[in-house]
């Protein structure tokens, strides 16, 4: 088994991506451990209350000894932010250009990465601030349509319409 070298850069978007959900559905904090498979290494999420939920590779809960996330076998804690950044550079194509093709007169280039990165990262920050603020009042099973809510909001509707038109889809299902 080949063990996680402990960069982020080097996990897999789709990997990256389930974290990222468990995240939003647990807490704002990630801290990976050493122990894992090649999909990726085990995980735990951490809430602002300091409580930890641990994943495996595969995503399904698992009860660990306190020394997998301790010393040696631990990573840094990365917030959400941080883990959609890097979900972001993993998901979007790089192209290079010649430099004098670079910068046309007249128009201005986004520092830091592409418009359409930058929209999806606000897309996905702003679903979690309403996610959070409003965790309370959600259905419990808002999760699974999270990826309905995302198209909503690519097409123009803010956070909370689209959270109220899955409050429905989650309605229909009971």
């Known amino acids: 088994m080949k063990r996680w070298t402990g960069d982020t850069s080097k996990l897999p978007a789709a990997y990256l991506k389930n974290v990222i959900e468990k995240m939003l559905a647990y807490g704002e904090n990630v801290q990976f451990s050493g122990s894992g498979t090649i999909e990726g290494p085990n995980f735990q999420v951490i809430n602002a209350a300091g409580k930890k939920i641990c994943f495996n590779s595969s995503y399904l809960l698992i009860h660990v000894d306190?020394?997998?996330f301790a010393g040696k076998n631990s990573a840094l804690v990365y917030t959400l932010e941080q883990m959609q950044t890097q979900l972001v550079k993993l998901t979007t194509p790089t192209v290079k250009t010649p430099a004098a093709k670079r910068k046309v007169a007249g128009?201005?280039?986004?520092?830091?990465?592409s418009a359409l990165a930058k929209a999806k990262e606000a897309i996905a920050?702003?679903?979690?601030e309403y996610y959070k603020n409003n965790?309370?009042?959600l259905p419990?099973?808002?999760r699974e349509h999270s990826e309905e809510i995302t198209r909503m909001m690519e097409s123009g509707m803010s956070a909370e319409s689209a959270f109220n038109e899955a409050k429905k889809l989650c309605f229909e299902h009971t």
Not at 107 to 113: F, L, M, V
Not at 125 to 128: E, G, L, R, W
């Open 66 to 68: 306190e020394k997998e």
């Open 107 to 113: 128009t201005a280039s986004p520092r830091g990465g």
């Open 125 to 128: 920050i702003q679903k979690y």
């Open 135 to 137: 965790r309370a009042e």
């Open 140 to 142: 419990s099973d808002i």
